[in-house]
C-alpha cells in the first residue's frame, strides 16, 4: 500500500452570503478523475472510485467529517491542527468526480488558504489515499481495488502563491503576521531570510522553500 497523491490544477471560488450577512468561501471542480492516465502515470479505474466514494461520502462527508488541509501533508492521517476546509458534497459526473468545500476561516491555515484566495492567487486540489499500484504494459499503473481516500481534496498552492506571501510579508498583512507569538516570531525570521536574499539577489528561485517553511511551521 503506497501514499498516492493527484493535483488538479484550477479549481473556481465561490462566496456565498447567509442571512445573516456573513459571507462563506467555497471552492468547487473536480476532486478525483476516473479511466484517464494523469501526469503521474496512474489511471483509477472509475469502479474503483465508485465505490471509494461512496464510502468516503457515507462515513465522513455526510457526518461533517471530510476535512483537508493546506499543503502536501507527508502521510495518510488528515491532522486536525492543519485543517482548512470541510468538503460538503463529491458527486459523480461522468467519469470525474466533482467536489465541492467549505473554507474554514476560524482555522489558521483556513485564514491563510482564504487570504490567498482574496488576494487573487489560484489553489488547486490533491486527493490524497493509500492503495496498490499495478504496471501495465502500456507503461502506466493503474490503481488497485484496495484504494482508501484519506481526503478526497488537499488544498495546494500554484507557483503563485509563494509571491503573495513574500508580498505579504514585507507589507506586514494581517493574515501573515497575527496569531500568536511563535508565528510573528517565524514571520520576522523569514523576512529577515528575505531580506538577505533579496541582498544576494536569490530571493526568487527561494520563494516556494520559504512558504513551505512557513506553513510548515504553523
Wanted: proline content about 3%.
Amino acid at each position: 500500500m503506497k501514499l498516492i497523491r493527484e493535483e488538479i490544477e484550477s479549481v473556481k471560488v465561490i462566496t456565498e452570503a447567509t442571512k445573516s450577512g456573513k459571507k462563506n468561501l467555497y471552492i468547487e471542480g473536480v476532486f478525483l478523475q476516473g479511466n484517464i492516465k494523469n501526469r503521474n502515470g496512474r489511471m483509477y479505474p472509475v469502479e474503483t472510485l465508485q465505490r471509494e466514494v461512496a464510502r468516503y461520502n457515507k462515513e465522513h462527508v455526510d457526518t461533517g467529517r471530510a476535512l483537508g488541509e493546506l499543503g502536501h501533508p507527508d502521510g495518510p492521517t488528515v491532522n486536525l491542527d492543519r485543517v482548512s476546509h470541510k468538503i460538503t458534497s463529491l458527486k459523480e459526473s461522468g467519469t470525474n468526480f466533482i467536489g465541492r468545500a467549505k473554507i474554514l476561516e476560524s482555522t489558521p491555515m483556513g485564514k491563510i488558504a482564504s487570504s490567498l484566495l482574496s488576494e487573487g492567487v489560484k489553489l488547486g486540489v490533491s486527493s490524497r489515499g493509500i492503495g496498490s499500484l499495478k504496471p501495465t504494459k502500456e507503461g502506466f499503473n493503474v490503481v488497485g481495488e484496495d484504494f482508501m481516500l484519506a481526503t478526497a481534496a488537499d488544498i495546494v498552492a500554484d507557483p503563485s502563491a509563494p509571491d503573495a506571501f513574500v508580498e505579504g510579508i514585507m507589507e506586514g498583512k494581517e493574515w501573515i503576521w497575527e496569531g500568536s507569538i511563535l508565528r510573528e516570531k517565524k514571520a520576522e525570521e523569514i523576512k529577515s531570510k528575505i531580506d538577505t536574499l533579496a541582498g544576494q539577489k536569490a530571493l526568487e528561485e527561494h520563494k516556494l522553500n520559504l512558504f513551505d517553511e512557513f506553513i510548515n511551521s504553523l
